[in-house]
Each structure stands twice: as structure tokens, then as C-alpha cells.
């Protein structure tokens, strides 16, 4: 078979500074791309819109500050640094860059089917189980300047 067009894929990783600049937010593979070895470029592209739309909607809707927009850039940049180091183990572990993570490679695969959790890779979003605290500090205050202007819908 003739595969037509080949060419050689170089797995890195790189993200802006920031993701928030002004009234323009960068998400998804505009903000960061990441090796396709750590399956974690369009979750991530997901995890940031989720990071994202409440708070847009919540500023716009006069229910917090704009500021509230900054926690966004933040975690996720966050969340790019984890998934960043899991794809560069994911791409040591697809492309051996040595002996030593061949051997490596071989045990893991050799225990891989009485050990199935070796196989079972976590594409769920890191910034939401490890740092959580910006997002649930700003959804109370939003919460309490909600109540502060309609108190009868408490
Ligand atoms: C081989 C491969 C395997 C992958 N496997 C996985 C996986 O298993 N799991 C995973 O999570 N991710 C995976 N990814 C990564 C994932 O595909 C990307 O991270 C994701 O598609 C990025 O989505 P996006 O919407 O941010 O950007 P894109 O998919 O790049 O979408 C951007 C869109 O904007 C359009 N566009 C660009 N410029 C303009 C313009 N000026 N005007 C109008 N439109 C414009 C483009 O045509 C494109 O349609 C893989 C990627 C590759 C290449």
C-alpha cells in the first residue's frame, strides 16, 4: 500500500504566557499544544472551554468582577504544566528515548494484563481535583453578591 504523503512527527509541548489578554481569552490548542502521546490536547481544549464559560457568563452578567477572568488563565495554565509532564511520560514511554526506558517499557507491558490499570489511562481534568480553590472562592463570592441583589431569591 502506498500511505501517499508521510512525514515525521516531533512531540512537544508549548503554551502562552497567559490565557486571558484583556476582553480576548485564548483556550484549546490556540492557548497550548501538547505531544498527542498524553491524549490530553482536545481534553484539555474541553477542560478550559468548562473553566471558562461560567465564568464569562457570570462577569458579563454583572455577578462577579472581571477579575474573576484571571483565575481562568491561572488554572489552567496549571492544569497545561500537569498535563505537559504526563504527556512527556506518555511520549518517553510510545518513543523510548533510551535503553533504559525500553526496559522500562517491556516490564510495564509484560504486567499490563494481569495489572489492567496499567492501561487504563486518567483523561479527566487535573486542575479541577488539584486546585480547586480559586474556582469555589469566586463561584461563593458570586453566589453572595447574587443574594446581595436579590435577597427574596435566597
Ligand atoms: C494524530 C492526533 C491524535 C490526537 N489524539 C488525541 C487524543 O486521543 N485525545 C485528545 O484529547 N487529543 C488528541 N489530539 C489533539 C486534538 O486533536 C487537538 O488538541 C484538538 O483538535 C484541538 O482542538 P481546537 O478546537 O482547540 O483546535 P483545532 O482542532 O485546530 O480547530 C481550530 C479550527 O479553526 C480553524 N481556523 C484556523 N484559522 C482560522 C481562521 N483564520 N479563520 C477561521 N477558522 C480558522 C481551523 O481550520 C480549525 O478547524 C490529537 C491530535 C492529533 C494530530
Not at 501538547?34 to 477542560?47: E, Y
Not at 454583572?62 to 512527556?88: C, K
Not at 483523561?123 to 488539584?130: G, I, K, V, Y
Request: net charge positive.
Amino acid at each position: 500500500m502506498d500511505p501517499g504523503l508521510t512525514s515525521i512527527y516531533r512531540a512537544g509541548a508549548l503554551t502562552l504566557d497567559a490565557y486571558r489578554y484583556g476582553r480576548v481569552c485564548f483556550a484549546g490548542n490556540a492557548a497550548h499544544t501538547l505531544p498527542i502521546f498524553g491524549v490530553r490536547g482536545l481534553n484539555s481544549g474541553f477542560d478550559d472551554a468548562d473553566n471558562l464559560a461560567w465564568k464569562l457568563a457570570y462577569v458579563v452578567a454583572g455577578h462577579a468582577p472581571a477579575a474573576l477572568l484571571d483565575t481562568y488563565s491561572d488554572e489552567r495554565l496549571h492544569a497545561f504544566h500537569l498535563n505537559a509532564e504526563g504527556a512527556r511520560r506518555s511520549t518517553e514511554f510510545m518513543s523510548p528515548p533510551s535503553r533504559g526506558f525500553d526496559l522500562f517499557r517491556e516490564a510495564a507491558l509484560s504486567l499490563a494484563q494481569e495489572h489492567r490499570a496499567i492501561c487504563q489511562p486518567d483523561q479527566s481534568a487535573p486542575d479541577r481535583r488539584l486546585s480547586p480553590t480559586p474556582t469555589r472562592r469566586f463561584r461563593a463570592l458570586a453566589q453572595s453578591s447574587r443574594r446581595a441583589r436579590n435577597p427574596a431569591r435566597r
